[in-house]
């Protein structure tokens, strides 16, 4: 599971916060709350969490999931384990 957190952290720093080190961003900060996921910010991390890690992320999924790096990974490992529903 820590490759997964490791990624979508990396991805999140330098891409949606632009740079900066693993320690800008723990693992159970609010991603909405502090400001770190817009809209534009959250449809960005849908495409890389589908894309890497080839799962299907449903339309209410982020606003349900995607609240910390913690549940997030979470919820790609959960996702990973389902079989796809296509």
Known sequence: MAEVR?????????????????DDLSDDVNLRESGVLNSL???QLVTFIEDEFGIDVALQDPRLHFTTVSHLTQYVKDRQAQP???
């Open 41 to 43: 910010a959250t449809m």
């Open 6 to 22: 490791d990624q979508i952290r990396s991805f999140i720093i330098k891409e949606i916060l632009k740079g900066g080190s693993e």
């Open 84 to 86: 796809d529903e296509r």
